[in-house]
C-alpha cells in the first residue's frame, strides 16, 4: 500500500471500493444493458436488424478509442478531471439519445457515449495503481476485476427488467441515473495523482508513452493474457443465448437465471486468485482451469451433447476466466506503473478489441463447436503467455 492510504479513513476506503467498482462496472453496462432490446428498436425505428446491432459495434469503438484517450491525459492532468469530463460527455450523449430520430442518429451518438463511458474503466484501474501495490494492489484489483467480469453478463439480465417496465429509453434513463450518482461521488474523490508525479512533457509526448510501455519487455505478454481472457468471455456472452434457447430449447426467463448464475463464477475466480502470492502463476492456474474445460467442452459434446454438460463446464470455465482477470490487471498495472494511466488504456482497449473480434466468428457452423473451439484456442495462448512470466519470475527470482 502506498503513502496515500495513510491517511485515509475506513469510511473513505469503503466509498473507495464503491466508487471503483461502479467505474468499472459503467462501461459493460453502456454496452450491454440495452442488448434485449434490439429486436424492439429494431421495429421501433424500422430497421434491420443489423442496422440496430451495429450501435452495439459503435459503443465497443468507443470503449476502446476512448480508453486510449483519456489514459494518457489522466497520466498528464490527473485522474479527477479527466473523469469529470468524460462523464459529462457520457451524460451528454445519453440524454441526446432519448430524443434520437433515426437509428443512424442513435448509432452516431452510441459512439459518443462509449467514448465517454471509456473514462471510468481505465481510471479506476488507474486510481488502484496510484493508491496501492503488491498484495493489497492484487486484491482491489480482484474487486475490480470481479465487477468487471460480471457487469458483461449481468446487464442484460438487468435491462431485461426495466425495458419490460419501461420500454427501450427506460435503460438509459437508468443509465444517465448512474452516470449522474457517479458525477457526484467525484466530488468526494481526492486526487490519486498529484501534481509533482504527472507527467511534465507536452500533450503529443505524453501519448508517446503508449510505444514506451510496448517495448517493456513482458508488458506486451501480460496485455494479450488479459485480451484472449476477454475473447472468451465475449464468445460466451455472444453465444450463450443462441446455445441455451435455441440449441437446448429452453426459455428466455431460464437463459437469464443461467447467465445470473455464470457470472458468479466470475467473481469466485477472481476472490480465488488473490489467495496466491505470485499473479504469474495464478494467471497459469486459471489458464489451466480453462485449457482444461475447453478441451473437455470440444470432445464431450461430440459423445455426450446435454444441457447440465454444458453449464457444468461453463462455470468451470468462467471461474478460470476470473483468475486470468485479476492476475494479467496486477501483472499489467504493477509493470507499467510508470505510466499508469496509459497502461491502464493499452490494457482495456485490448479487452474490448479482442472480445470485438471473437464475438462474430463463434457463429461460423456450428455455434456450439465453434464457440468451444475459440475459447480452447484463446485459453492455450493464455496458458502460453502465462508460462513464459512464471519463468520471467522465477529469473528475477535467481538473479
Known sequence: MTDHNITFGKRYLVYLMVFLGMLSAFGPFVTDMYLPVLPQMAE????????????????????????????????????????????????????????????????????????????????????????????????????????????????????????????????????????????????????????????????????????????????????????????????????????????????????????AVNSVFIGIGSGLSVKIKNSAKAAFIGAGIVVSAGILQLFIFNLFDAFPVYEALTLVMLTGVGYVFTASTTLTMTEGRAYIGAASALFGAAGFLFGGIISPLVGIGDILHSTSAAMLICSIIILILAFVSIRRKQQLATS
Open 44 to 259: 421501433i425505428f424500422n430497421c434491420s436488424a443489423s442496422t440496430a446491432q451495429f450501435g452495439l459495434t459503435m459503443s465497443l469503438i468507443g470503449l476502446a478509442a476512448g480508453q486510449l484517450f483519456f489514459g494518457p491525459l489522466s497520466d498528464k492532468y490527473g485522474r479527477k478531471p479527466v473523469l469529470l469530463a468524460s462523464l459529462i460527455l457520457f451524460a451528454a450523449s445519453t440524454i441526446i439519445i432519448l430524443f434520437s430520430p433515426t437509428m443512424e442518429w442513435f448509432n452516431i451518438c452510441r459512439l459518443f457515449q462509449g467514448i465517454g463511458g471509456a473514462g471510468g474503466i481505465v481510471l479506476s484501474r488507474s486510481i488502484a495503481t496510484d493508491y496501492y501495490s503488491g498484495r493489497e494492489l492484487a486484491k482491489t484489483l480482484a474487486i475490480i476485476g470481479a465487477i468487471n467480469g460480471i457487469a458483461p453478463v449481468a446487464s442484460p439480465v438487468i435491462g431485461g427488467i426495466v425495458a419490460t417496465i419501461t420500454g427501450w429509453q427506460g435503460i438509459f434513463l437508468v443509465l444517465l441515473s448512474i452516470g449522474a450518482i457517479i458525477i457526484a461521488l467525484c466530488f468526494i474523490f481526492r486526487e490519486s495523482h498529484p501534481e509533482e508525479k504527472r507527467d511534465p512533457a507536452g500533450i503529443f509526448t505524453t501519448f508517446a508513452s503508449f510505444g514506451k510501455l510496448l517495448r517493456l519487455p513482458y508488458f506486451n505478454a501480460y496485455v494479450l493474457m488479459y485480451a484472449f481472457a476477454c475473447a472468451i468471455l465475449f464468445a460466451y456472452i455472444s453465444s450463450a443465448s443462441f446455445i441455451i434457447q435455441n440449441h437446448y430449447g429452453y426459455s428466455p426467463l431460464i437463459f437469464s437465471i443461467c447467465f
